[in-house]
């Protein structure tokens, strides 16, 4: 009988099918992973703490990702704006951090923008960037920090909500 065999061949079929096969081995990214930071507070707090260790790596994941980039913003150019963004980070942070050895957190100076502002989607960021969804936006932030005895004024600047947790986006530098 030549029914039998494509009968359990059949069955086999859907019977894998139906079961869950394990997920595709993911793609190595070259971003690093993010941390969860939910409050502006805890954002100063976190900086002030890997800066002060002079942890620049850990500090990267307070940054947004390219990911949650394409997530909130849009545009034609949004790989080139973040690649440019990012950059710049990068080489104010590693400008800034040894300055910063040893460094504890006081407080946050949110007097130039007391409360995060509401941001709609379809809002222009400039270089014909928009963001893509309603989300909350600061700009012009500041963290004091004890440096040895004096107390430092770090401009963290912007800083983007993406879902729940709040990002650096842009060049940080200390105030003299």
Known sequence: MKLQPILA?????????GCKKDAPPQKESSEPSTQQVTSLDELGRLFIENASNEDGEAIMKLFITQDEVKTTLTGANIDATYLSIKSAFEASLQEILPSLKGAKFVKMNMEFCPEPVPVKAGMSFGSGIKFGVDTLATDNIRVIADVAGEEREIKLDALIKVDNNWRLFSPIRIIP
Do not use: K, R
Request: hydrophobic share 90%; glycine share 0%; no cysteine.
């Open 9 to 17: 061949i059949t069955l086999f079929v859907i019977i894998l099918a």
